[in-house]
């Protein structure tokens, strides 16, 4: 074990408690615009066994540089900042790095710092990010991108263009299985549960595409243009079209275990796995949302339950079974699987060393094992499926 000393004088590595307590100097030094001796405190630090502590200190270190007009050495001390694991000091260095390369007029690699901030900005950093974004690919001549970016820095979303492909397939497929002569294509798609069984797979997720009629198209199509685009916002459009097809796979087993022979329309199990998904990432990962998203979020339990009373209560041929194994299916995707578009509150439960620096995120551990973890837990919905598709097979041969 490597002896530590909490004289600052005497050489050797710090304790702890003494290297922080010469960062706090620092930073007050700097404050004062004391930059040179604030300078020989950061590079007292520089080198301390915990990489938090070393990383602080090297940025610290470049502002006093910069102020001291060696670009070139202060530029070099964040990049140390970012060669290190990853630290609260990662994202301040990597706008440093973008703010002092444009200033150097490389504007290629400034734009590639500002890339590599703004995946780890805190949610109030990002559209002053995607603004520079924007400036800097219109200077270096890709309009297409820097209008991508202006877009996003006045706040636009991207377009939920998954929610819009189902609604406009799902609209085109119903109004033609509704008409006199499209009654061979419904009857390919309903969920036909002695098809099912006999090994007509696709049954459990194209049931989605056709409707009984009009009314019940309409009422669909608008829930998933509400609920759909939120879900999409949160995980991507291939995470969305995962969570999709999964709830109404979940939804047609459970019809067809537990509501008999009649076949089965409609995407409402889709839809309330989409609500499940909702209900639980509102819960569990508190993602951070702009204010007409959360007020939605915060009525996803009530419409869950009304749906669920006017089902099982007030309403006619409505088959209750496939809304709830949607929903079941939709909690299950919403527990496990964190947000991947937005930051959730867990990422950001430690407090920053300074003002205005981003802070500490969780450690995630080892990366490949916990995408492993999360495809598992994801396979159980289809595993459920399968297994419950085989175990009423009986039942309708």
Known sequence: ???????????GPLERAT???LLARADELVAESQFEPALALYGRVIGHEDVTVTAAALYGSGECLYRLDHDGQALAQWQAVTRLPETPSTYPAWR????ALVRARDLRRALDAYREAERRAPPADRLEIASRLGWLSKELGDQ?????????????????????AIIAVTVVVSMIAMQADGFALLLQLWLDKAALAAGEWWRLVSPVLVHANLLHLLFNMYALWIFGPLVEQLYGSGRFLLMFVCTAAAGSVASYLFTGPAPSVGASGAIFGLLGVLLAVSRVHRPVMDRRARAIMGQIGFIIVLNLLLGFGLMANVDNAAHVGGLLAGLWLGFVLPPVRVETLASYWRV????????ERLAAGDQRVTAVLHAAEVLLVPALVVAGVLLGAGAYR
């Open 144 to 164: 297409r991108a820097a209008g991508r970016y202006f877009a996003r820095s006045r706040g636009a979303e991207a377009m939920p263009i998954a929610t819009y």
């Open 19 to 21: 290297a922080l307590a």
């Open 96 to 99: 440093q790095i973008a703010a």
């Open 1 to 11: 074990m490597t002896a530590t000393t909490s004289d600052p004088s005497q050489p």
């Open 352 to 359: 920053a060393r300074t003002p205005g620096q981003a802070p």
